[in-house]
């Protein structure tokens, strides 16, 4: 078997069936689908088997016994996988016909550890495409060597809001070669949903503490193994703390701020001396309000 698609379903009944029609729509055939239901109220498993069923597709089913979120439904999905590759799709998006066909003889022409595709975005009246190549952070539309995974033990972090991001990075850094195809082999749903302040973004505060920590463990982890240069990581490694700095600051509290200040000071690398980043080299009363007022040089 060549390709594992894995599908996370919980309370999705609206979109899951769309979702399914576009597996079955598939010009290359040669896969297997599973679905984790993670403890959903609806029907959704239910809809998503009859649709895949009517098309000769007969799915492997699991079942977590309570609720554990997306990460934990797709490292369960990957435990059974027996595809050469696996694909990650969430279940109100869709697939174009030609996803699987147009991504498989890349990754095979090329030896890629991930191949990833354009995508568009449509719903709640917003479409565009996304076709320059460039790498995004979504665990979606990308085909990755099952044994590349497996070999690197890289895992979705459980519990974690933004589980992509960790994810995404150590499959980036860790990668021999990564491929992209510029056809459209997605179709990724904007639904309405925004970012809260208050008690409602403590859980994306305590997301972001331990995102930088996963990125800070990668990166030590790539430096160890010769993977990569350390002046591969400063820059970027430097606008993702302010980048989760500056989102603390807007939406969090006094205190989660300067309990973020804590932990970026002691996550390495450290860039070279320059006026946006003399924080580092200052006592924490004078450095803290230094770095309020330049992190957002990073997000010009």
Known sequence: ???????PVYNV??????CMQSICQQTFKDFEVILVDDCGQDNSIALAVAVLQQHGIEPVVLHHQKNRGLSAA???????AQGEYVFFLDSDDQL????????????????????FGAFETFGDEHRQCHTDGSLYVM?????????????????FIEGLVHE????????????????FVSQITYRYLIRNSGLQRGGEFTRHYYAYCTILRAYAHTIAECLKLGLRSEDEFIDWFERQKALLFGMTLERGTSEQSRDMYHLIRSLKPHPDLCKPDAHYYLPEFLGFPLYKKFHRYHLC
């Not at 078997?1 to 599908?7: E, L, P, R, Y």
């Not at 992509?164 to 491929?179: N, Q, R, T, V, Y």
Request: with cysteine.
């Open 1 to 7: 078997m060549k390709i594992s698609i894995i599908i």
């Open 13 to 18: 009944a609206t979109y899951i069936e769309d």
């Open 74 to 80: 797709r490292n369960t999905g990957m435990e059974v």
């Open 96 to 115: 174009t016909p030609v996803c699987l066909a147009s991504l498989l003889p890349e990754a095979e022409k090329t030896h890629a550890d991930m191949t």
């Open 139 to 155: 665990a979606w539309n990308k085909l990755c060597r099952r044994q590349f995974l497996l070999d690197n033990k890289i895992q």
């Open 164 to 179: 992509d991001c960790p994810w995404s990075f150590e499959l980036e850094c860790k990668a021999g070669k990564i491929a």
